[in-house]
């Protein structure tokens, strides 16, 4: 039988507080003192749907290294970006070309699941 607060020796003890999921998001957004905006609600539903994918800052350089009205493909910049936004946690191909693609749209398009 599955115990709710409904339950009359419910408790919350000191255990229920602390919690490990998605820690490095977690940290920021619970000492975040900003006032709400579009990134951070997009940050928290990320967090909510484990879905946010953090960025290491010479990854995001190499995604902006490309230029946004570039008519053909670098082949080999595109397979260095892939690879590294493939080794980051939360993204898949699907993800990883929908981000090239915003890049710029001439040369990159979605793949889709």
Known sequence: MIKTIYDSDFKIIS???GFKYQDSL???LDSSTENFNQDKLNEI???KVNRYAEFDESLINLINSIDKNESEINIDKTREILKE???TNGVQLAMAST???YRNPNIYQIICN
């Open 15 to 17: 255990d229920d507080f």
């Open 26 to 28: 977690t940290k920021k």
């Open 45 to 47: 539903v990320l967090w």
């Open 85 to 87: 936004l493939l080794k």
């Open 99 to 101: 981000i090239l693609r």
